[in-house]
């Protein structure tokens, strides 16, 4: 069974320092439309973004790097055209599909054009004071001293602990251990803290553990309600390096 972990393949970021109408009349002039300033291109606020996927071929061949797009931001905030002024040909598309999912602040003035950046790495470990962000890693399974094992019901979406800034920030990081007991009905009944980060992850933690559904791998049927624990680890992270 596959573990249940989510590692931020993916960087995001933003480039608004130039922007300019790009309304065009049918017949190719251009419009009598004021043109958009730099400062009011820099004013866009990005309200929606969802992660992008990393391309497979990227990651078997250990592609990594940035991709500059040139994005249409319309009245609406939508990005209505992407298009690709450099980046690796293996990351080009999953960039494009991945501004289109953009979603902004709708402009005071549209169309907007201005540049977009998409970077594609894997971030390296660094100092919790200068990090830009983090990783938040949890094994999908347990075994217990009775030697029952139990996973993660893929069929339920399992979300993972939020890495708070505040304690990322402050350098808090490593391995937080909780111990959960697990109804018959895969449902997690009890929940103590083993091996505390901070008060904060601790409690974060504990609320996010409590909604997880597990399911019987191996052992006795009869075997549940049992104890088992669940290690997840948090690691202050910053941006690849290109």
């Not at 049918?26 to 400062?39: H, L, R, V, Y």
């Not at 094992?149 to 937080?176: C, W």
Request: with cysteine; glycine share 8%.
């Amino acid at each position: 069974m596959k573990a249940s972990c989510l590692v931020a393949l993916l960087m995001l970021a933003l480039l608004l320092g130039c922007g300019s109408s790009a309304a065009q009349t049918p017949n190719g002039a251009q419009s009598q439309k004021p043109e958009i300033t730099a400062k009011q291109a820099a004013q866009l606020k990005l309200v929606k973004s969802p992660t992008p996927q990393y391309p497979e071929e990227a990651l078997r061949k250990n592609i990594q790097g940035k991709v500059v797009l040139s994005i249409v931001v319309d009245a609406k905030g939508k990005v209505s055209d992407a298009k690709v002024l450099s980046g690796a040909p293996e990351l080009v598309q999953a960039a494009i599909d991945a501004v289109k999912q953009w979603e902004f602040e709708p402009p005071a003035r549209a169309p907007v054009v201005t540049n977009a950046e998409v970077a594609y790495g894997h971030p390296r470990e660094c100092p919790g004071s200068i990090s830009d962000s983090g990783e938040v890693i949890a094994r999908g399974w347990s075994k217990n001293d009775k030697g029952t094992v139990i996973v993660t019901d893929d069929t339920v979406g399992q979300s993972l602990p939020p890495y708070l800034t505040e304690d990322r920030k402050a350098g808090v990081g490593g391995e937080l251990i909780l111990l959960i007991t697990v109804s018959v009905k895969g449902e997690v009944v009890k929940t103590r803290v083993v091996k505390s980060l901070s008060p904060h992850l601790d409690k974060a933690a504990i609320k996010t553990v409590r909604a997880w559904k597990f399911k019987l791998l191996s052992g006795n049927p009869d075997s549940l309600p049992d104890d088992f624990q669940v290690h997840i680890t948090y690691m202050p992270t910053c941006k690849p390096q290109f």
